[in-house]
């Protein structure tokens, strides 16, 4: 009987770390996942349950074979983690890390009350460290979701230079100190269960620490970009204004011209110079088929006057741009015209570092059904170091930091490529309606 009850805590207490452990995905996962995940932790569970039992069986309950079967159960519990939730195996091996760090701390509690409970009540050991285990799992259990829901850290954490070390510090310090526990005591003495309660604790400390000090820092970027943005269209909004000035200036000299051709033709009419007038008429429509229509390059006006805007100021910079733009509109219109911006401001400084007859931008939107493609290229000779996310470390402006916050927003395809002298960006995404 005492073979199953030790049997089933160990069970209980390894089901209680697994959801700790799927907690930092959770967000992440299907409803289909996590039924997929969970339905292969409890057939896990049953046999390893039936597995425990008949290892207690059949090599007695000692501390090594206790051990043993919760070392297993943490593998196999792990191996069907990373199987199962579709993460890099990075964030896996950092939650793993974390939580063992974690599971070290229940494990220490338990010890210490599970020792003061040996010196007056002669119970078996084995099973009150199990009963323990849960007691404070359970008794913890608010802190401890709301502590591995946001464990993870943010994208660039898993993504920079120091990314395995980062991810493997947390396994490195769980392996360190359950290497001095590998020996068949399950009770440590007091000095080293203190000590090794410390270390732990003084980690998550820190990871805490830094894990806050993380997430300001994120919030204040998040909250610099949304200044940049309001700025970049309040940029455009001038612009716009100036355009729209200027194009109502245009309208005031067409109107007085107008007005002075109807006066000619009613004098010459008057005067019954009509074959003069029919000249004069027909030289004025001559003009008019020689007068271009202002382009108009997409369905909102802003966004027109933003190409328009940066069109002009390349071409009086010397750079030859060439644009083919459909007209057509687009929900995220504000975050879109941003990003022609950013990236066409990015593509006028590139082509001041040419030389003045290799200056040229093109720039490209099109859409098809619900799918649109932006792509704007420039030339550049110089080799651009890329980032982490494949995208060049631009030294001019926020194109590359735009880019980035409408990848993530818009889920966008980006491709960057650079051959004979070209440098070009494209994006691809899905848009909803049409």
Not at 117 to 144: A, D, K, R, S, Y
Not at 217 to 237: D, G, P, S, V, W
Not at 289 to 305: H, P, V
Request: glycine letters at 4%; one cysteine or more.
């Amino acid at each position: 009987m005492i073979f199953l009850l030790v049997s089933a805590t160990i069970g209980l207490t390894q089901i209680l770390n697994a959801y700790l452990r799927y907690l930092p995905f959770s967000k992440r996962m299907t409803l289909e996942e996590t039924q997929t995940l969970w339905t292969k932790f409890l057939v896990l569970a049953a046999l390893l349950f039936v597995g425990d039992t008949i290892l207690f069986q059949i090599c007695g309950l000692d501390a090594t074979f206790y051990k043993i079967a919760f070392t297993a159960g943490w593998i196999l519990y792990f191996g069907i983690a990373v199987v199962t939730i579709q993460e890099k195996f990075i964030r896996h091996i950092f939650v793993f890390g974390m939580h063992g760090i974690w599971a070290l701390i229940v494990q220490g509690m338990a010890a210490t009350v599970n020792a003061a409970l040996q010196i007056f009540f002669p119970v078996n050991e084995f099973l009150t460290q199990g009963i323990f285990n849960i007691f404070w799992l359970v008794i913890l259990w608010h802190w401890e979701k709301e502590i591995f829901v946001n464990l993870l850290l943010p994208d660039y954490f898993f993504d920079g230079k120091y990314r395995w070390f980062n991810a493997i510090l947390p396994v490195v310090i769980m392996v360190g100190i359950y290497s001095t526990m590998l020996n068949n005591v399950l009770i440590q003495p007091f000095k080293e269960r203190f000590l090794r309660f410390l270390i732990p604790i003084f980690f998550l400390v820190m990871y805490r620490s830094v894990n806050v000090a993380n997430r300001e820092i994120e919030k204040k970027k998040r909250r610099e970009y949304f200044n940049q943005t309001l700025q970049q269209q309040l940029k455009n909004l001038r612009e716009y204004n100036l355009t729209e000035q200027e194009n109502q200036k245009q309208m005031a000299i067409f109107r007085h011209d107008l007005r002075h051709n109807y006066r000619l033709i009613s004098a010459m009419a008057k005067e019954s110079k009509f074959q003069a007038a029919i000249e004069h008429i027909q030289t004025q429509i001559e003009l008019l088929g020689k007068t271009d229509e202002t382009d108009k390059f997409s369905a909102n006006s802003i966004l027109n006057a933003v190409i328009l805007t940066c069109q002009a100021k390349a071409q009086n910079l010397g750079i030859k741009v060439t644009v083919d733009v459909q007209a057509f509109e687009i929900s995220n219109e504000s975050d879109f015209t941003i990003l022609v911006s950013n990236l066409f401001d990015n593509a006028i400084s590139a082509s001041l570092r040419q030389p003045p007859d290799s200056r040229e931008i093109f720039l490209s939107i099109l859409r098809a059904d619900f799918k649109i493609t932006f792509e704007i290229s420039n030339r550049c000779e110089e080799i651009l170091e890329l980032n982490e996310n494949g995208l060049p470390n631009w030294q001019h402006g926020t194109g590359m930091k735009t880019l980035s916050a409408f990848i993530e927003k818009y889920q966008a395809q980006v491709n960057f490529t650079q051959a004979r002298g070209w440098l070009k960006i494209s994006a691809t995404w899905q848009v909803l309606s049409t």
